[in-house]
C-alpha cells in the first residue's frame, strides 16, 4: 500500500519553528541567520531563498513602535534623567530586535516557499 500523500505544512508555524517550509521537519539556519544550503529531511534545495531585508524591516517597525512609545511614556509621567532611559531601553530595544528577527526571517523564507514567490520578471509581446 503507498503511502498517502503527506500535506505541507503551514507556513506561518513552519516559519515560526524555523523549520523547513516543504516538510515542516528539518531546521532552516545553520546559525542564528544563516540558511543551511538544503533541507536535511526533505533535500529541499535553499537556493531560491531570498529574504532581502524584510525581516529587519519588520523587526524595526515594530521594535520602534513599542521602544518610542514606552520611552514617551516614561519620559511624559515621570521625567526621569537620561542614564534612567539608557538603563530602560537599551536592555529592551536588544530585546525587541534580536528574539524576532529569527522567526520573521523565517515566516518570511515560508510564505516566499508557500507562495512560490521568485524574482520579478518582464515579459516580452506576444509571450505568455
Not at 539556519?29 to 531570498?50: H, T, W
Amino acid at each position: 500500500m503507498a503511502d498517502a500523500p503527506v500535506a505541507p505544512p503551514n507556513p506561518i508555524l513552519a516559519g515560526l519553528a524555523c523549520r523547513c517550509p516543504r516538510c515542516g521537519k528539518g531546521r532552516m539556519f545553520s546559525g542564528f541567520l544563516g540558511l543551511k544550503p538544503r533541507c536535511e529531511a526533505c533535500g529541499l534545495d535553499y537556493s531560491f531563498i531570498d529574504a532581502g531585508d524584510g525581516p529587519a524591516v519588520f523587526v524595526i517597525l515594530l521594535a520602534g513602535f513599542v521602544v518610542v512609545g514606552a520611552a514617551l511614556v516614561v519620559e511624559m509621567r515621570y521625567a526621569p534623567p537620561l542614564w534612567v532611559h539608557a538603563a530602560l531601553w537599551l536592555p529592551l530595544i536588544l530585546l525587541t530586535t534580536l528574539v524576532p528577527l529569527r522567526a520573521i526571517k523565517g515566516v518570511l523564507i515560508a510564505l516566499q516557499y508557500h507562495h512560490k514567490a521568485a524574482e520579478g520578471r518582464l515579459q516580452q509581446r506576444g509571450e505568455e
